[in-house]
Nanobody
Framework: QVQLVEFGGGLVQPGGSLTLFCAAS????????MGWFRQAPGKQRELVAQ???????TYADSMKGRLTMSRDNAKNTISLQMNDLKPEDTAVYYC???????????????WGQGTQVTVSS
């Protein structure tokens, strides 16, 4: 199994910044993808940022230009720097890890417990 631990959320004023962190441990395959999702009240969980297999990063259109996701391979951690935060960014942010076992074939999808980000004046 894989465990994901998130931290860094909190209360921030509009226009402020926060950095989220996620540490992964357990049976992590050599090839895997990590990223961030968020879920606001009454809305579906949506992609925030995710690494691709080519090493690029996909960002949500609503947050593009305000995000920078980084990875520390040695520590199996990722971070998400969020700038110019807006009230509509208020949500629970979840760390995600996806990996695929080739044989026997099976996909694995792991989630952290979530960390609350509240943007309010």
């Amino acid at each position: 199994q894989v465990q994901l631990v998130e931290f860094g959320g909190g209360l921030v004023q509009p226009g402020g910044s926060l950095t989220l962190f996620c540490a992964a441990s357990g049976n992590i395959f050599e090839r895997h993808l990590m990223g961030w999702f968020r879920q606001a009240p009454g809305k579906q969980r949506e992609l925030v940022a995710q690494f691709t297999r080519t090493g690029d990063t996909t960002y949500a259109d609503s947050m593009k230009g305000r995000l920078t996701m980084s990875r520390d391979n040695a520590k199996n951690t990722i971070s998400l720097q969020m700038n110019d935060l807006k009230p509509e960014d208020t949500a629970v942010y979840y760390c995600n890890l996806k990996q695929r076992r080739s044989y026997p074939p099976r996909d694995f999808d792991y989630w952290g417990q979530g960390t609350q980000v509240t943007v309010s004046s």
